[in-house]
């Protein structure tokens, strides 16, 4: 696939939104931004007074031709560039941004399959940029996502995955602490729930997975057991540094 | 920190591939397994990126950056064209 | 204006340049975790006569252990001070070596290296350790045995390690080859080739 040139670009921010109590939506402008696909991502850079320069990755979460773009940070406990980011950075401020990247964690509307998103805490990020896609393309192909987090205020962008239920609906599934007047008790995602709460392979679904590495592999193979094509699973892995 | 996968190399591939890195498809000289980059196994952050093989664990290239110079030394990895 | 400072890079005389200090263990690794037995381990040198000296687990315990309590210095710019380790000195592991070379590479399970001049790992500098903080070390940190050396970046101090194997010039490791410093001495900020 030929792409455009990737570039560092300047985005200056333009809305910052506390998700959680861990995680902040943050909107960036970024003049000269050539537009992104649901699924990539961004290098973020920082430099410090001294010249020292850290950089991380992180997925969008807006999708489309616009210059303004959309990144959703959940703080690590040790890290050094989350920290600064959810908690410090103000409207205004600037940061480097490397972009757009990547093409194969990518969900195009032209895609024929139907398709299966699988969460992992922050991974639901690039996945909510799918069905923002989606919905942006009126597609009609069926989409759905299975959320897969610790609690229920570890929810990023609940109330707009529940407003869009009715096209990409969410299975929320909780793994140490449920809702209440919850059926199923909090535990990690089993087989049986991945076989009640995804697409079949008789259905030839295209399967995004993304979260961190443990999560991914789990489902992965959770999938190929049930008799999921390797090659119509898509995953993307995150750690923390 | 445990391993990623090869979609984290778009960036830094970026400049020294001609196209998207992450679905360039190459094999694994050691056990011929044919897969995208993003199919890979990244280890080594943030020293640098050692990408391996899914299928046998082998180093297929390596990747760092040090003074915004990008280094890929290839190891074990033959880059397929488009189909 | 939010102004990102990176890590605290503080003024503790201990902390070579360039570093700052970590409380937790970060974990970086050059390829997947290997699992070893106790049984099936076993650590050797080889000298360019093609002598080979070989010790099970069992010979590694049964030989005389030192408790030693160091800073470690990872090239990543994290440094850690104090930390204990027990293990055998690579003094006593080359008492019966007889070698002519100056350089040593040092091999680990699962294809890793990293060279080092001999001299380095002598004269109570480096152990084969496989103790941490008084619990066996865990395979995540290099258990069941790592190479330690820590006058030098951490990435010398080769974490299931298996053996060291001698030559005549220093031929470079794993990172080596890939742009960090043949040497690696964190006060010199030997970090790039």
């Known amino acids: 696939m030929r792409r455009p040139p990737v570039g560092w670009f300047t985005g200056s921010l333009v809305r910052a939104t506390s998700l959680t109590d861990s995680a902040r939506s943050l909107t960036f402008s970024v003049p000269g931004w050539p537009g992104n696909l649901a699924?990539?991502?961004?290098?973020?850079?920082?430099?410090?007074?001294?010249?020292?320069?850290?950089?991380?990755?992180?997925?969008?979460?807006?999708?489309?031709?616009?210059?303004?773009?959309?990144?959703?940070?959940?703080?690590?406990?040790?890290?050094?560039?989350?920290?600064?980011?959810?908690?410090?950075?103000?409207?205004?401020?600037?940061?480097e941004l490397r972009g757009p990247l990547g093409g194969w964690f990518v969900w195009r509307p032209e895609h024929p399959e139907p398709v299966q998103l699988i969460a992992g805490g922050s991974g639901v990020v690039p996945l909510l940029a799918m069905t923002r896609a989606h919905t942006d393309a009126r597609s009609t192909v069926p989409m759905q996502l299975l959320y897969s987090l610790r609690t229920p205020e570890d929810a990023l962008y609940r109330d707009e995955l529940q407003q869009r239920s009715s096209t990409t609906p969410t299975t929320w599934h909780y793994t140490r602490t449920v809702p209440p007047g919850w059926t199923r008790a909090a535990g990690r995602l089993t087989p049986d729930d991945l076989r009640s709460a995804t697409l079949p392979p008789e259905r030839g679904p295209l399967t995004f997975v993304c979260g961190p590495t443990g999560f991914v592999e789990t489902v992965a193979?959770?999938?190929?057991?049930?008799?999921?094509?390797?090659?119509?699973?898509?995953?993307?892995?995150?750690?923390?540094? | 920190?445990?391993?990623?996968?090869?979609?984290?190399?778009?960036?830094?591939?970026?400049?020294?591939?001609?196209?998207?890195?992450?679905?360039?498809?190459?094999?694994?000289?050691?056990?011929?397994?044919?897969?995208?980059?993003?199919?890979?196994?990244?280890?080594?952050?943030?020293?640098?990126?050692?990408?391996?093989?899914?299928g046998c664990d082998g180093v297929l290239v390596v990747i760092t950056e040090h003074d915004g110079q990008t280094t890929v030394n290839m190891h074990s990895l033959r880059l397929l064209s488009e189909l | 204006?939010?102004?990102?400072?990176?890590?605290?890079?503080?003024?503790?005389?201990?902390?070579?340049?360039?570093?700052?200090?970590?409380?937790?263990?970060?974990?970086?690794?050059?390829?997947?975790?290997?699992?070893?037995?106790?049984?099936?381990?076993?650590?050797?040198?080889?000298?360019?006569?093609?002598?080979?000296?070989r010790w099970s687990w069992q010979e590694l315990l049964a030989l005389p252990a030192e408790d030693v309590t160091v800073d470690i210095h990872c090239v990543t710019s994290w440094s850690k001070l104090g930390t204990g380790w027990r293990g055998v000195s690579l003094d006593t592991l080359f008492a019966d070596v007889d070698t002519g070379l100056d350089y040593v590479m040092a091999h680990s399970y699962g294809?890793?290296?990293?060279?080092?001049?001999?001299?380095?790992?002598?004269?109570?500098r480096a152990w084969i350790a496989y103790e941490y903080d008084g619990e066996p070390l865990d395979p995540e940190h290099g258990g069941p045995a790592r190479l330690l050396v820590p006058h030098l970046y951490f990435w010398k101090s080769a974490k299931w390690v298996r053996g060291l194997v001698m030559q005549d010039d220093d031929y470079p490791g794993f990172w080596e080859e890939n742009g960090y410093h043949l040497h690696g001495d964190p006060w010199r900020e030997e970090r790039y080739a």
């Open chain 1, 39 to 95: 699924g990539q991502h961004v290098d973020l850079r920082l430099t410090a007074s001294d010249g020292y320069q850290a950089t991380r990755s992180y997925s969008i979460a807006s999708v489309g031709p616009d210059t303004d773009v959309e990144l959703a940070v959940e703080r690590l406990p040790d890290g050094e560039v989350s920290p600064f980011l959810v908690d410090d950075l103000e409207v205004g401020d600037s940061v």
């Open chain 1, 221 to 241: 193979r959770g999938l190929i057991d049930l008799g999921h094509q390797p090659d119509s699973i898509r995953t993307e892995r995150f750690g923390g540094i």
């Open chain 2, 1 to 54: 920190m445990q391993h990623l996968d090869g979609n984290v190399l778009a960036g830094p591939a970026s400049e020294l591939f001609p196209s998207e890195p992450t679905t360039t498809r190459g094999q694994c000289l050691s056990c011929s397994d044919i897969a995208t980059l993003a199919q890979a196994m990244v280890y080594g952050a943030p020293m640098g990126y050692v990408v391996r093989c899914r």
């Open chain 3, 1 to 53: 204006m939010a102004i990102f400072g990176g890590r605290r890079r503080n003024d503790n005389p201990n902390l070579p340049p360039g570093q700052h200090l970590t409380e937790s263990f970060p974990v970086l690794s050059a390829g997947p975790t290997p699992s070893i037995s106790a049984d099936d381990w076993e650590f050797s040198i080889r000298t360019e006569g093609g002598d080979i000296h």
């Open chain 3, 111 to 124: 294809g890793y290296t990293t060279n080092l001049p001999l001299e380095e790992v002598l004269e109570g």
